[in-house]
C-alpha cells in the first residue's frame, strides 16, 4: 500500500469542508520554494533565483525520504480516516498522481473502506490526465487540486516561469496538451478547486490577471491565490 509519512486535520485546504489531508512522497517536478521538499526525494541545497536575469542555481541531489521522515504507522492511519467529523480526505504527494494507478485506486478502497461516507480529492500537478481520467470514470474521487502555476495557453509566459519550475523532458512533451487535458477533466467534479501561487518574480499583474479571467470564464469551479512563503 502507499506509504503515508505526514497527516494533518484543516478546514484551510478545502473551503468549508474538514479535511483530513495524508502526504506521501515523490514528485516529477523541481518547483521554486517547494514546501515539502524532503518529500519529493530531492535534496535542494543553495537555492538561489537572481531576480534580474532569472538565473536559479541550486544543488539537487536525490535522498531517502524515511531518512528525513517516519512512516506514519497502519494503526495511527486508521484511527486518523475512521472520524465521523471528517467530510473529506486530501490525497497530496507531493505528486501523489506519481504512484501506480492500482496502487492508487487500492488506497482510496482502503480509505473508503474505513469511512465510507467521506469525499476523496487528490491533489496533483496536472501532469497525468490519463490517470485524471481514469480516476473519474472509476468514481474514485470526487474532486482535484489542480495547480495553475502559469498562463500555459500562452506560451509567451513559458520561459519565465520555467526559472521557477524544472521540467523534466519526460513531461515536456506534449506539456500543454496534458495540461488542458487534465484541467478540462477535472472541471467535471463539484470538488475540483484550481490554485495558483504568487510566485515573487512575476511582476506583471497581468500575468496573474489572465489567469484569473481564464478560470472564470472557462473552469467554473473555485480558484485560490496563495501567497509565496519562502522557507
Not at 515523490?26 to 515539502?36: A, I, P, Y
Request: net charge neutral; aromatic share 16%; proline share 3%.
Amino acid at each position: 500500500m502507499i506509504k503515508v509519512y505526514w497527516l494533518e486535520y484543516t478546514y484551510y485546504d478545502h473551503p468549508g469542508k474538514y479535511s483530513l489531508v495524508l502526504y506521501t512522497s515523490g514528485c516529477n517536478l523541481k518547483c521554486f520554494g517547494c514546501h515539502n521538499r524532503t518529500l519529493s526525494g530531492r535534496n535542494y541545497k543553495n537555492w538561489e533565483l537572481r531576480i534580474e536575469n532569472l538565473e536559479l542555481n541550486a544543488e539537487i541531489s536525490h535522498i531517502n525520504v524515511e531518512d528525513y521522515h517516519k512512516q506514519i504507522s497502519q494503526e495511527e492511519l486508521n484511527m486518523s480516516i475512521n472520524n465521523w467529523m471528517l467530510d473529506m480526505v486530501i490525497l497530496c504527494g507531493w505528486e501523489f498522481l506519481i504512484h501506480n494507478l492500482d496502487d492508487i485506486k487500492q488506497f482510496i478502497d482502503y480509505i473508503k473502506s474505513i469511512n465510507p461516507n467521506v469525499l476523496i480529492r487528490v491533489d496533483t500537478n496536472w501532469t497525468f490526465p490519463d490517470k485524471v481520467n481514469e480516476l473519474i470514470i472509476r468514481w474514485k474521487v470526487d474532486g482535484f487540486a489542480i495547480d495553475i502555476k502559469w498562463p500555459y495557453w500562452n506560451q509567451n509566459y513559458f520561459e519565465t516561469i520555467s526559472k521557477v519550475v524544472w521540467i523534466p523532458m519526460s513531461v515536456v512533451d506534449n506539456l500543454f496538451s496534458k495540461m488542458t487535458n487534465s484541467i478540462n477533466l477535472s472541471k467535471q467534479l463539484p470538488y475540483t478547486i484550481y490554485r495558483t501561487v504568487s510566485y515573487p518574480i512575476v511582476k506583471d499583474q497581468n500575468y496573474f490577471d489572465e489567469i484569473k479571467r481564464y478560470v472564470h470564464e472557462n473552469l467554473h469551479r473555485p480558484h485560490n491565490f496563495n501567497s509565496f512563503v519562502k522557507l
